[in-house]
């Protein structure tokens, strides 16, 4: 790593002047924090509780978890939790995390009680996944675009070795990204399959795939939806040959 100056990355550097300084970092989090925070005190700003597109979505990426049930599950940017919701009947206890306080409360307010859910404010930028894991399924769905908008490309590919390195051993990762061709260039189909292809590059094995096509609000998407497995290591037998 050394002469590349990627390290340069994670040093906090202060913006200049003003008593407060604030880092790079730390500007970048308030921006999206503030961000999210206007956009759930507006109440469910992507209707993904109310739309049929959002539930076909949300159904079929249950649909690619196969019934199994997943010890420890981690959801990046649950929002006000309704896959949280949906995801409850397959885990035993969930981590679900947000950027947004008004998301959270929501989903606070919304939750059902049954398993144990652990709704938590947090960037995932900042947090460690190592530190609750290791993690039998990682659930990222709508939420990768955002990071890929707001956060240096080794920041973000940082992130994705962390997630591998905070998997079980056989554990999965979901990943779900919307795709479009419309206004939005967080969504652009060259760069969700760019984040698809780092998880593969970090060292997960794609053990499913689907592209699930619709209209919502009669814009055509289509959602790239992985289901990624980390490989449990094959262990030596000791033979020299
Ligand atoms: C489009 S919503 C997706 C909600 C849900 N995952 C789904 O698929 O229906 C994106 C969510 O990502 C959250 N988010 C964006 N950046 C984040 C970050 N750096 N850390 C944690 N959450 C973040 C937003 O607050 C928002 O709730």
Known sequence: MSGC???RSFKNH??????????ERELVDKKIRTFMDNLWERGDPWD???SAYERDRCAQL?????????ARMLEIGCGAGY??????PHADQIVALDISQTGIERARALSTGQTDVD??????MDYKPQADGPWDLIVFSDTMCYLGWLYPFFDVAYLAVQLFDATHSGGRLMLSNSMGENDDWLLRP???RTYRDLFVNVGYTIEAEEVYKAAKKSVDFEVLMTLYRKLPEEKSTGDVS
Do not use: C, D
């Open 5 to 7: 100056g990627a390290t």
């Open 14 to 23: 202060k913006e200049e002047g003003g008593e407060n300084p604030m880092t």
């Open 48 to 50: 993904i509780e109310s």
């Open 62 to 70: 249950l649909k690619m978890l196969a019934g199994r049930r997943y």
């Open 83 to 88: 896959l949280t919701r949906l995801l409850v």
């Open 119 to 124: 709704f938590r404010v947090a960037n995932i």
């Open 190 to 192: 060259w760069l969700i």
